[in-house]
């Protein structure tokens, strides 16, 4: 296969053909509810196929298990066989010359999304100039870059809502803010200061890029008691582009697929919250982003009872995928690969 040149203001580089891997792993099996016995079936045939071409709002990546033998350690990063996975998050501690055969390597794996977190960069000693250059080189490579803005680990409880402004407005400047996260995790915080968080960033972005919202396993909204989940959504409309999903990494892929199911069913235009659409064009996209990525970087077994490696990470990533519901699941950012092996 020849190389395709993707081009980024004046700079193009060429890209790494796609590499059909092994097939998956046989599909994980059909489970019941430990708490009320009710069958959790796992879906394993696409409702939709993905889009031909590379496309921003369908996701495909995996920030926590492309595997590099060889990788090195990085601070903060894991050790023993998780070591050789990748932590896109950490990209700027693996050094110039082990980023070339990251991106590469998501180049032949066929994803098209990278996510980084500039705060933990900034915590390992990494500039902002370095910061946006590392950036541009992602998108040079033919990936939609995607910006976890805030971390709980740096920022403050309540948070400075324009600490990150300049940063934000140099990286859409450079053409390299492609997705924006206001923040991992965002319930860390207070409803209060979530609705502050978002507010905020869609006012300085505007339609410039995406946004995407983080929360902590298997929530998909964040609101005062007196508020319900429509009224958080209602008040995203025009905002919030949708939600990366975290499933917890203890349940079964039957589980997996049953929320998925259950947030698909919420968050529809019609659906049980009573939605629109995203009042950005489209409906409220939801992206199974996050299966099982502490059991891998634990080196730990998932629900199912199979060591979390990448192989396992691409299976649940394909078959939340398949997850039935009145909208369909727009991508995975954990791993996903079909079933022959060739890319999704």
């Known amino acids: 296969m020849s190389h395709v040149l993707y081009f980024t203001g004046e700079t193009a580089r060429p890209r790494a053909p796609l ?25 394993t045939t696409l409702r939709e196929q993905p889009p031909a071409k590379a496309d921003v709002s369908w996701w495909r990546g995996d920030a926590w298990g492309v595997t590099i033998p060889g990788l090195p ?12 996975r990748v932590l896109t998050y950490f990209l700027g501690r693996y050094g110039r010359d082990w980023e070339e055969k990251i991106l590469e390597q ?7 999304h990278i996510s980084l977190s500039p ?16 950036a541009t080189r992602c998108k040079q490579a033919g990936l939609f870059v ?43 915080w207070s409803p209060e200061d979530v609705r502050a968080m978002i507010d905020h960033d869609a006012a300085l972005i505007g339609m410039r890029c995406r946004i995407m919202i983080h929360f902590y396993p298997h929530y998909i909204s964040w609101q005062p008691n ?54 950005r064009g489209h409906p409220i996209d ?10 891998q970087f634990n080196n730990d077994v998932d629900g199912d009872g199979r060591l979390a490696d990448e192989d396992i990470g691409n299976l649940k990533g394909y078959e939340c995928t398949c997850s039935p519901g009145r909208m369909t699941v727009k991508g995975f950012g954990n791993g996903g690969r079909r079933p022959d092996g060739t890319a999704l």
């Open 73 to 84: 350690f990085v601070n903060g990063g894991a050790s023993g066989p998780a070591q050789d």
């Open 286 to 295: 939801f992206t199974v982003w996050e299966t099982i990525a502490t059991k």
């Open 226 to 279: 007196d508020q319900t989940p429509t009224d958080f959504w209602q008040a995203n409309y025009g905002k919030v582009d949708g939600v990366l999903y975290q499933c917890d990494p203890g349940w079964s892929a039957g589980m997996m697929n049953a929320r998925a199911n259950d947030c698909l069913d919420r968050l529809a235009p019609g659906g049980l919250w009573g939605l629109g659409d995203s009042g």
């Open 106 to 112: 998501h180049q032949r794996n066929g994803y098209t």
């Open 119 to 134: 705060q933990d960069e900034f915590a390992n000693g990494m500039s902002e100039d370095a910061y946006v250059a590392m």
């Open 146 to 188: 995607h910006h976890l803005m805030r971390s709980k680990l740096y920022t403050g409880n309540p948070p400075d809502l324009g600490a990150a402004d300049a940063l934000i407005n140099r990286l859409l400047a450079a053409g390299v803010l492609d997705v924006e996260t206001p923040a991992w995790e965002m319930n860390y």
């Open 19 to 43: 590499t059909p891997r092994t097939p998956l792993p046989p599909f994980d099996p059909d489970t019941t509810d430990p708490d009320t016995g009710a069958p959790l079936p796992v879906w």
